[in-house]
């Protein structure tokens, strides 16, 4: 459930069976929680997180996979955005849903392997960035990617085809989710 924070009225008092309520307000980032690949991504986590992992969202916008996955009962969460307003916006969002998410641009991340990497972005950095993030899911942890196109899938999982196998987790309005398991 995304409440906008200017409705935080609206917030349940009591917590939701098999939901979670996520207060947002995406600043001038990108992520309202409205877009399928959104849901996708959230759908993944509230379906499949381990319990206690790790994990870094990649091009985090507002905060919302990264906030979710700390609600969902990730042990460490990191956002990471090549935009500072993104970065403050993922903060804030954090601080507004008690939760803890470590929020910074790329440099700031440190050397590192993760349970969880998700990047829910477009396609063309996807792949581009497909090296890096491969690089830093752990053996036997998944990655997770959205922002793909339907027509764009085979593409997108053959760039992570020499670090990991990829594949259509979910598809919704015409967009899917990809995940795959490091060996």
Not at 78 to 86: C, L, N, S, Y
Not at 142 to 151: A, T, Y
Request: charged share 15%; net charge negative.
């Amino acid at each position: 459930l995304i409440i906008p924070s200017w409705h935080a009225d609206q917030m349940p008092v009591t917590p939701l069976p098999n939901r979670i309520a996520i207060q947002l307000d995406p600043g001038l980032a990108f992520g309202t929680g409205s877009h399928p690949t959104t849901h996708l991504c959230l759908e993944w986590l509230a379906d499949c997180l381990p319990p206690q992992a790790t994990v870094l969202d990649y091009g985090c916008g507002s905060g919302i996979l990264a906030i979710a996955a700390s609600m969902f009962g990730a042990s460490h969460v990191v956002g990471v955005d090549i935009d500072e307003q993104a970065v403050q916006s993922t903060r804030d969002n954090a601080l507004a849903n008690r939760v803890e998410v470590e929020s910074m641009l790329p440099d700031g991340l440190k050397d590192g392997l993760f349970d969880v990497v998700v990047a829910n972005i477009l396609s063309n950095p996807l792949k581009v960035l497909a090296p890096m993030l491969a690089g830093r899911v752990r053996a036997g942890g998944q990655l997770i990617l959205s922002g793909v196109l339907e027509r764009q899938a085979e593409e997108v999982a053959a760039a992570y085809a020499p670090w990991l196998p990829m594949s259509v987790w979910q598809a919704r309005d015409g967009w899917v989710c990809l995940s795959g398991t490091k060996p």
